[in-house]
């Protein structure tokens, strides 16, 4: 069975760090993009980051670039989102999902599979 487990959240202070996992199993892995989605209450789910399965290639929302990092192990089955210099606008369930054949990488129909889920909350 396809599952995708995020951790890492909590409660952090502005200008603080996290660094989010998504483990994967039953799919193959480094055949899938990943991405990074979050959802704050009241708002639309939006794309955060992604890592492409070819090349590793990376992508950003511009809110977010130059203070996030999204890395993937495929050893592993994981991949990563580390998050620096956080705002408290950066508040929300932030969900990891896979998607084979991903065009715009930060449209949701793209990916098939998806996470629960982990809370972020940073106080100002």
């Known amino acids: 069975e396809v599952q995708l487990v995020e951790s890492g959240g909590g409660l952090v202070q502005a200008g603080g760090s996290l660094r989010l996992s998504c483990a994967a199993s039953g799919f193959i892995f480094d055949d899938y993009n990943i991405g990074w989605f979050r959802q704050a209450p009241g708002k639309e789910r939006e794309g955060v980051s992604c890592?492409?399965?070819?090349?590793?290639?990376?992508y950003y929302a511009d809110s977010v670039k130059g203070r996030f990092t999204i890395s993937r192990d495929n050893a592993k089955n994981t991949v990563y989102l580390q998050m620096n210099s956080l705002k408290p606008e950066d508040t929300a369930v932030y969900y990891c999902a896979a998607g084979f054949r991903v065009i715009t990488w930060y449209l949701r129909y793209e990916y098939a599979y998806w996470g629960q889920g982990t809370q972020v909350t940073v106080s100002s």
């Open positions: 890592i492409s399965s070819s090349d590793g290639i990376t």
